[in-house]
């Protein structure tokens, strides 16, 4: 399963964790905010690890069922 993925552009703060712990799902735009490159470019526990390391906790994970698991 591949998580989807929302990130809140308002919070974001562009620490870069989230790039850090999966480099092929997030990047940081121009205006050094988190975007979803590629949901399902790493893996769901590295996904989950960005989620749970966000210091603003602004990612948001979703399963197929569309019920939101983190956070
Ligand atoms: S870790 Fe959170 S605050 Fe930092 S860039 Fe990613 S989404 Fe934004």
Redesign the pocket.
Known sequence: MSYKIY??RD???????????APNV?V?DDE???IVFDAAGDSDEDVLA??Q???????YLFNDAEEQVYP
């Open positions: 990130v809140d919070e974001c703060i562009g620490a870069g964790t989230c790039v850090e712990c997030f940081l050094n905010i988190a960005a989620a390391d966000c210091p603003q906790q602004c990612v």
